[in-house]
């Protein structure tokens, strides 16, 4: 059973029954799910979360869902990893990475896309979409084969190979569009208002968002049911560090923390799409935005949808932000696989390449316990390291070629 209480304008306050809708009509405004945290508060314990399943589904008390079994390919209860390595690196003390590329599908939106379609069944659609940079596309896609569904992915054309493939293969339907991501949402926002479609992110965002707060649940509990001091979270429509947020404040709300957290929020760019960071550096209110040009294609989205709540949370919170160029993005993924054996994507490249800015520039302080939050793998943006990195030497199957070579230093130490 579920704790949901409405759906509410973001903007005007104006509540409307659970369906799948997204924006007010009486101003525009984006929804939000509302719960009875009481009636959370009298349904959880930490040990009935500890009872659960080790998947986001632990924490079905503080989701949107009732359908059961709900979707579920295992997404989330990810690793967190102590990262002293990476830390003394950066001139940080307790840092952790949240290596969410450990998802069914490699990324963090496997958290989004099964809270959707779990919603989806319930309210009886039978053909899953999405409009997606990338990742979406592949977590749409895998769940919907294993719900099921029909599925039609909407992606921008130039796309990673590596990205088509690992959706292609659950044998969807996967349309190129001749257009950057903007364009692809357009169209999608479109199409849902003709087609009987679940569009996991356009008609069913309210409820997709949910799904990002569990990030914050798992990271707590891991932390022992404690909070960090400081979460580096990437940033593209926002939504992911808006509700990285809400789901710390929520753990409070209903009785799981001892103490109000304290999180400070920052937010992390490519300076290829950087529509909220360069609002947070000119100090304006006013998310511009921009035509992406960064090799960080799963966060590139030029006019980002939850920017400007995304922004708000930063500055609330006395966070950060940073815009990092790809070659800075390249030297991350390096350095985070280097120092701690974890290969992200591009994304995480962003995130790590901030993380770096901020510990350097003093917005992220060595006293802090900071999580960083890695959510892709590397094995799908191949493109991005390929040029950089391979065989130490190559050589021929003899003892002799094998000690030329480590003679001559080819071989590292
Ligand atoms: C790997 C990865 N990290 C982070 C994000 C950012 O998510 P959001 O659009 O919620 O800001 C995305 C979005 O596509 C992504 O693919
Ligand atoms: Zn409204």
Redesign the pocket.
Known sequence: MTHVQSLRCRECGREYDVAPIFTCEWCFGPLEVTYDYDAIRSSVSREKIAAGPLSIWRYQDLLPVEHNPAVDLGAGFTPLVRADRLAAQLGLGELWIKNDTMNPTN???DR?SVVALSKALEFGFKVAACA?????ANSVAAHAAHAGLRSFVFVPANLEQGKIVTTAVYGGNVVAIDGNYDDVNRLCAELAGMYPWAFVNVNLRTFY?EG?KTLAYETAEQLGWQTPDHVVV????????T?IRKGFNELYQVGLLDDEPQVRVSGSQALGCSPVAAAWLNESDTIKPVKPDTIAK??A?GN?A?GYF?LDAVRQTGGGFAAVTDDEIVDAMRLLAETEGIFA?T??GVTIATLKRLAADGTIRPDERVVAYI??HGLKTLDAVVDHVGPTASISPTLDAFHAAFDSQDLLA
Request: avoid cysteine; charged fraction near 15%.
């Open positions: 990324s963090f939106k989004v997606s940079t990338g990742n979406l968002a990002s990437p940033v593209a429509s926002g939504s992911l560090l509700k799963s966060l989205i980002p939850d995304a994507e994304a995480g959510t892709g």
